[in-house]
T-cell receptor, first 116, second 109 residues
Framework: DGGITQSPKYLFRKEGQNVTLSCEQN?????MYWYRQDPGQGLRLIYY???????QKGDIAEGYSVSREKKESFPLTVTSAQKNPTAFYLC???????????????FGSGTRLTVV | LAKTTQPISMDSYEGQEVNITCSHN???????ITWYQQFPSQGPRFIIQ???TKVTNEVASLFIPADRKSSTLSLPRVSLSDTAVYYC??????????FGQGTELSVKP
């Protein structure tokens, strides 16, 4: 079955370390997104990419970096510059660009990052 | 960007119909109304989308009045497994999804 795979499901990071969250999709979708969710809150957009080798900052990009070298993959690096990285991170994709109307967004099952 | 307002939480019992209303007074002409469902520690799942009048699928119905300033998600005969957070979003092609707090639905036996 096609879908989005995020790994790992749980991740622990020491302060000052960079960590990379993996997101892979086999849906042949053009656009991919990273969201952050804090307890009791909605999702906030970190970065998005509408084509390979191109990406744009979302609303809360500071302290994060991404790459899009392959259509299937959109890894997110949480750097030591991110002051409050403990959160639930969700990756999503759409067939077309942002604001896909037909069919909606497909989300992965998330990675829960905890700073220890 | 249209802002949406929906109840923070709702309670229901198994077998009941649940209606969750969302207000979006500033909806634009080319905006669509979309609902997502999210279970704990999972990503949101697309439920239904509409532009006007009524849309129905195997999971839910979406009622949109003529002025489109609100919409109602209707879940028929809920079960315990429908306990989740439901998000109402308003956006257009090329627009950004803005997730609010959503409505936390609790279904009791």
């Amino acid at each position: 079955d096609g879908g989005i795979t995020q790994s790992p499901k749980y991740l622990f990071r020491k302060e000052g370390q960079n960590v990379t969250l993996s997101c892979e999709q086999n849906l042949n979708h053009d656009a991919m997104y990273w969201y952050r969710q804090d307890p009791g809150q909605g999702l906030r957009l970190i970065y998005y990419s509408q084509i390979v080798n191109d990406f744009q900052k979302g609303d809360i990009a500071e302290g994060y970096s991404v790459s899009r070298e392959k259509k299937e993959s959109f890894p997110l690096t949480v750097t030591s510059a991110q002051k409050n990285p403990t959160a639930f991170y969700l990756c999503a994709s759409t067939p077309g660009g942002m604001g896909q109307i037909d069919g909606g967004y497909t989300f992965g099952s998330g990675t829960r990052l905890t700073v220890v | 960007l249209a802002k949406t307002t929906q109840p923070i939480s709702m309670d229901s019992y198994e077998g009941q119909e649940v209606n969750i209303t969302c207000s979006h007074n500033n909806i634009a002409t080319n905006d669509y109304i979309t609902w997502y469902q999210q279970f704990p520690s999972q990503g949101p799942r697309f439920i239904i989308q509409g532009y006007k009048t009524k849309v129905t699928n195997e999971v839910a119905s979406l009622f949109i009045p003529a002025d489109r300033k609100s919409s109602t998600l209707s879940l028929p005969r809920v079960s315990l497994s429908d306990t989740a957070v439901y998000y109402c979003l308003v956006y257009n092609q090329g627009g950004k999804l803005i997730f609010g707090q959503g409505t936390e639905l609790s279904v009791k036996p």
